[in-house]
């Protein structure tokens, strides 16, 4: 069981609690200042790539959005989106960054 908070670009803070399903810790996030949902958040590890992939659906969406990928290079926490990043040969790639 993982506690994740984040503050939104709005000021607001949200939780909530990630739990095991399938091969993703997941988990509902609430506003910490009200009883409502902001949505649903999930993580994977790549072990194989040393990445963390995330996805985030809001409360009234019927799907995942695109996926979030962070690696740490040298003490830093790069973060990107997936589509955003092309590898070295000029094609998409399932997940950022490229073989480091």
Known sequence: RLRVDERLSSGQWVFGFLETHLEWLQGVLHYRDRAEEHGMLRLKYLRERDIVVSNFKAFDE??????????????????????????????????????V
Request: charged share 15%; hydrophobic share 40%; proline share 5%.
């Open 62 to 99: 019927a799907v995942w959005g695109e996926d979030t990928v962070a690696c740490k290079v040298d003490n830093f926490v790069i973060l990107g989106f997936a589509s955003d990043v092309t590898t070295t040969s000029g094609g998409s790639s399932d997940y950022w960054p490229p073989v």
